[in-house]
């Protein structure tokens, strides 16, 4: 019956195990060296969060198939394909040593299978390599490591497939059957079967032992070349996946800690993350400060800190420069793109975090707005209104005059005190009166959530304004929060301690969505413009809204374009991570770089739901174009403009 012995034709293939042994401990050795250098971090307690279905599809399709999907499937290849022939080895040894049960048809399956793995992975690695090396169109560093992550292995398949074809050319009628299931391997059996059998035996016994040395050589790379991610990133994965995107880690502030000016002020898990940075590029193709023409790419960060030696020098002058940190809007694109899920944005916050708490360093234009929030309670320096001033003549109730409500409006410092978003905050409250919610806001109360300022690095003013904010929000009785910024939302959803008492925090475009199913507001689509709409980072990308904001454009009569750069893909509108109060030289403008791809859908109106990303794309069509005619709504003003009185 048809089946093969373990070590055909070998003399002390036994030593095969003495060297596994060997290797294996090696390889042990070198990710223990690796541990030394994360443990040179703050330790950080390390949370697998084993229920979450993401890791496995992380894992599975190795987060690779939703940009470049041929890339991706070439991945895949050789991933799927090393995973498949090392079960193989071990089912061998299993068959050989306890239990044989690799004859007959299962043997040909199991060939079939083997081979036709190890063929895709090979195709997969020699695609990679010419991507690389000869048409150069994958960035990172091609040094020695990088060589041998692809060379290594792409050796041990070809060796392998020759073992394959030298012993069948010595004894082809050993193994019936053979033209069936040893298909990859038919040029070298007819290229060898000229030869004698004692050459043939040669060629059989040094291919055999050099396939054994590089395939022991590929297992000790994974301690040192590239290819260490295929240890590292699943690690990685299972300690960022179960984690709130966009969420910041909260530092205790201390006369010692003010944030991160070494690696050694990084955590264990942030070390984890950059050395599981693998350089695909993803998060450079997505990020919008890169594609704006800015100093900033988030690969070159990963990769500059991966080269620093000494855990105790300053990162910020001599490995990342000033214009890089400030350059972030914090948008996570790199974070949701990224294979390996290394999150650059969180490394960059602490780093701000140290310029801006220990040394007082920032951009200029930053200051004042800081300063503002200190003083006033909001960022926006030269607005000399009140928080209540947008109320005048719509009889809004306030929370200290009114005690019972359901639903808490927080309107936000932008809504409550720019004119262009004062206009969308009296347009949800025309919807709320109309829907007969029983509703409050704050008023002189409310304070900036300092989300931004956060983001900015100053992590103390953050802390102390949240601590102010929580307490306000805790004397009064509410079932719901909505707010119309969704920096604001995603502040009181997931970074305050207020939604574990039973408190649900829902984006205007979620709850508005809500009153349109329950028939509470009078609407009559009639808007028939063209409309595109504009996802803001930290509802779509971050937090998931994608539907709702669509579908209320949709039932106020628009004719709804979807842009190529929507939804997860979405490209940020420059006003993030404070960059809003950034002085950007022309041509490096992130808003004027999104403004052109929404223009390009020649739509009527472009739709969003962010008074930044209002703020950030008007002043794109006011510099590209003040005779422009299109217009910039938030979807509550799309919806209120089809009110009908009852």
């Given at each position: 019956m048809l089946?093969?012995?373990?070590?055909?034709?070998?003399?002390?293939?036994?030593?095969?195990?003495?060297?596994?042994?060997?290797?294996?401990?090696?390889?042990?050795?070198?990710?223990?060296?690796?541990?030394?250098?994360?443990?040179?971090?703050i330790q950080e307690k390390v949370c697998f969060n084993w229920k979450s279905l993401q890791i496995f599809r992380s894992l599975s399709d190795q987060r690779l198939l939703d940009d470049n999907k041929t890339i991706g499937i070439l991945h895949m290849f050789v991933f799927y394909g090393f995973i498949t022939l090392f079960i193989g080895t071990i089912l061998s040894m299993l068959d050989s040593h306890f239990y044989h049960f690799l004859e007959g048809d299962v043997f040909v399956i199991y060939k079939i299978v083997l081979n036709f793995t190890g063929l895709l992975a090979l195709i997969g690695i020699t695609a990679l390599f010419l991507r690389r090396y000869?048409?150069?169109?994958?960035?990172?560093?091609?040094?020695?490591?990088?060589?041998?992550?692809?060379?290594?292995?792409?050796?041990?398949?070809?060796?392998?497939?020759?073992?394959?074809?030298?012993?069948?050319?010595?004894?082809?009628?050993?193994?019936?059957?053979?033209?069936?299931?040893?298909?990859p391997v038919y040029p070298i059996v007819a290229a060898l079967k000229s030869q004698t059998y004692s050459t043939l035996i040669t060629i059989h016994t040094l291919s055999w032992w050099i396939h054994m040395l590089l395939s022991f050589l590929t297992i000790l790379a994974l301690g040192w070349t590239k290819l260490s991610h295929v240890v590292l990133a699943p690690l990685n994965m299972f300690q960022q996946v179960g984690q709130t995107p966009g969420q910041l880690r909260e530092i205790p502030l201390s006369d010692e800690y003010f944030g991160t000016e070494s690696l050694s002020d990084f955590t264990n898990k942030q070390l984890i993350?950059?050395?599981?940075?693998?350089?695909?590029?993803?998060?450079?193709?997505?990020?919008?400060?890169?594609?704006?023409?800015?100093?900033?790419?988030?690969?070159?960060?990963?990769?500059?800190?991966?080269?620093?030696?000494?855990?105790?020098?300053?990162?910020?002058?001599?490995?990342?420069?000033?214009?890089?940190?400030?350059?972030?809007?914090?948008?996570?694109?790199?974070?949701?793109?990224?294979?390996?899920?290394?999150?650059?944005?969180?490394?960059?916050?602490?780093?701000?975090?140290?310029q801006v708490l220990a040394l007082g360093n920032m951009p200029q234009t930053w200051q004042s707005a800081l300063m503002s929030l200190q003083r006033r309670g909001h960022p926006w320096n030269s607005v000399n209104r009140s928080r209540l001033d947008w109320t005048k003549g719509l009889n809004v109730p306030i929370a200290s005059q009114k005690k019972d409500f359901d639903v808490l409006f927080w309107v936000g410092c932008t809504g409550a005190l720019m004119d262009r978003n004062i206009q969308v905050s009296q347009a949800i409250v025309k919807l709320l009166q109309d829907a007969n919610v029983n509703f409050a806001i704050l008023g002189l109360e409310e304070?900036?959530?300092?989300?931004?300022?956060?983001?900015?690095?100053?992590?103390?003013?953050?802390?102390?304004?949240?601590?102010?904010?929580?307490?306000?929000?805790?004397?009064?009785?509410?079932?719901?929060?909505?707010?119309?910024?969704?920096?604001?939302?995603?502040?009181?959803?997931?970074?305050?301690?207020?939604?574990?008492?039973?408190?649900?925090?829902?984006?205007?475009?979620?709850?508005?969505?809500?009153?349109?199913?329950?028939?509470?507001?009078?609407?009559?689509?009639?808007?028939?413009?063209?409309?595109?709409?504009?996802?803001?980072?930290?509802?779509?990308?971050?937090?998931?809204?994608?539907?709702?904001?669509?579908?209320?454009?949709?039932?106020?009569?628009?004719?709804?374009?979807?842009?190529?750069?929507?939804?997860?893909?979405?490209?940020?509108?420059?006003?993030?991570?404070?960059?809003?109060w950034s002085d950007d030289p022309v041509g490096s403008r992130i808003f004027e770089t999104r403004a052109k791809q929404l223009l390009d859908n020649n739509a009527d109106l472009i739709a969003t739901a962010c008074p930044f990303c209002i703020t950030m794309l008007e002043s794109a069509l006011n510099n590209l174009d003040p005779n422009s005619t299109v217009k910039i709504q938030d979807v509550a003003e799309l919806l209120v403009g089809q009110l009908q009185e009852r």
């Open positions: 089946s093969r012995e373990l070590f055909w034709g070998i003399e002390y293939g036994w030593m095969t195990y003495v060297i596994s042994f060997i290797t294996t401990a090696i390889l042990v050795y070198l990710l223990y060296l690796k541990s030394t250098f994360w443990r040179q971090g000869v048409f150069k169109l994958a960035k990172g560093d091609n040094n020695l490591q990088t060589l041998l992550a692809l060379l290594l292995p792409w050796l041990a398949l070809v060796t392998g497939f020759l073992v394959e074809g030298s012993r069948l050319a010595v004894a082809p009628s050993e193994s019936y059957g053979w033209e069936f299931w040893a298909f993350s950059i050395d599981a940075c693998v350089s695909a590029n993803r998060c450079e193709i997505n990020c919008p400060a890169y594609n704006s023409g800015k100093s900033l790419s988030p690969r070159l960060i990963m990769e500059k800190l991966q080269k620093v030696k000494n855990y105790k020098a300053s990162l910020v002058g001599d490995t990342v420069s000033e214009d890089e940190l400030w350059a972030c809007t914090t948008c996570g694109a790199c974070q949701q793109k990224c294979p390996t899920l290394t999150n650059p944005v969180d490394k960059i916050i602490d780093l701000r975090r140290f304070n900036c959530t300092c989300h931004m300022a956060r983001r900015m690095g100053d992590e103390y003013l953050y802390q102390e304004m949240a601590e102010k904010n929580q307490s306000t929000l805790k004397q009064y009785t509410y079932k719901t929060i909505i707010t119309a910024c969704p920096h604001c939302y995603h502040t009181l959803k997931n970074e305050y301690d207020i939604t574990n008492n039973g408190i649900q925090v829902l984006s205007h475009t979620v709850f508005l969505r809500e009153l349109l199913d329950k028939g509470l507001l009078n609407i009559k689509p009639g808007l028939g413009k063209n409309v595109t709409y504009h996802d803001p980072c930290y509802y779509g990308r971050i937090n998931g809204i994608y539907e709702q904001p669509r579908e209320i454009c949709k039932l106020a009569g628009a004719k709804l374009i979807e842009n190529e750069k929507s939804r997860d893909n979405s490209f940020c509108c420059g006003g993030g991570g404070g960059v809003i």
